[in-house]
């Protein structure tokens, strides 16, 4: 018998799509951040992510409006993956005894404040009984199809960039754990690069979010396709408050960037020749697409580059 454990979260996934077909009308199914579904002029995009508590959040320290809001960032962060646009979404929940009105209300407060921000609607749901808080979102969004971004669009000889910086929401996670007052805001409230997306979309090859760390999402890119990768470590953006609260609890800034998740920044290739025509984004060039191996270099050093958020195994 093999355990979920030894197959891992993204070896399941693998798993079941090989028994699942495309239908009609699917341009993109199982493997990318967002599925995609032809339209006349748009695309339509789907997706969903289930958060439960004591994995995705901490009811002991987040609030039940920091949590409505970062089960609905999570979700725009997918479409923004893709290069478009939230519009409708469907918010349906697992709810435990100790779950009253009160919490409710502010739990829907989060989520109604960044639907308002991103420019989306709640449009339903469903609402059952469970041992665990467990909030499970679809978002249903729109992109222009010269727009689209997918996984499978990296090329060799692109660079490989990223938005903002890495590590901030596990270096919230881990202070919050150790008990330690710090950089938490990112964590417990954190945002994502909607409008970012928009932008790059017009310009870049592949793109995907950082949900699971940067080593998984570049893993995920090559993967999708068919490419290898290099990863300068000494490029990877951190800022000094992510610094500072390693230093603080004796932990690797660079494991948090890397393997953390949960960051909501873009990674995307470009051809070096392009990169020029990127303008009001702000994004560190952190590697470069090869045509084979993935690989962490650390100044003479090469690893194989490794790493990233499993539930499974983590």
Same mark, same amino acid.
């Given at each position: ?6 197959? !891992?979260?993204?070896?399941?996934? =693998?798993? &079941?799509?090989?028994? +699942?077909?495309?239908?009609?009308? *699917?341009? @993109? ?95 339903? !749901?469903?609402?059952?009984?469970? =041992?665990? &808080?467990?909030?499970? +979102?679809?978002?249903?969004?729109? *992109?222009? @199809? ?169």
């Amino acid at each position: 018998m093999t355990s979920l454990r030894e197959l !891992g979260e993204f070896g399941l996934i =693998d798993r &079941l799509a090989s028994k +699942i077909g495309s239908g009609k009308d *699917v341009v @993109k199914g199982i493997g990318d951040d967002c599925a995609v579904l032809d339209g006349e002029d748009l695309y339509t995009l789907v997706t969903t992510d289930m958060l439960v508590s004591g994995d995705h959040f901490n009811r002991r320290w987040q609030t039940p409006k920091q949590i409505g809001w970062k089960s609905m960032v999570a979700n725009v962060s997918d479409v923004a993956a893709m290069g478009g646009y939230p519009v409708w979404a469907l918010v349906s929940m697992a709810l435990p005894d100790d779950v009253d009105l009160e919490y409710m209300d502010s739990l829907y407060e989060g989520m109604i404040a960044a639907s308002e921000k991103y420019g989306l609607t709640i449009i339903g !749901g469903d609402t059952t009984h469970g =041992d665990l &808080l467990v909030i499970n +979102i679809v978002i249903i969004g729109k *992109v222009e @199809k010269e727009n689209l971004c997918l996984r499978g669009d990296a090329r060799v000889g692109d660079l490989i960039c990223v938005t903002g910086d890495l590590g901030k929401s596990w270096a919230g996670l881990d202070l919050l754990r150790a008990g330690v007052q710090g950089y938490t805001e990112y964590h417990l409230e954190p945002s994502c690069r909607l409008d970012e997306g928009r932008q790059l979309a017009k310009h870049v090859g592949a793109m995907i979010d950082v949900s699971d760390g940067l080593a998984s999402e570049v893993l995920h890119i090559c993967e999708q396709s068919g490419v290898g990768a290099e990863v300068h470590k000494d490029k990877i953006p951190i800022s000094t408050r992510t610094r500072e609260a390693a230093e603080k609890i004796g932990k690797d800034p660079y494991f948090w960037a890397l393997s953390g998740g949960e960051d909501f920044e873009l990674v995307f290739t470009v051809p070096g020749s392009e990169i020029d025509m990127i303008k009001d984004v702000s994004y560190t060039v952190v590697g470069r697409i090869i045509d084979d191996g993935r690989y962490l270099v650390d100044g003479d050093e090469r690893s194989e580059l490794s790493g990233g958020y499993d539930h499974f195994r983590t």
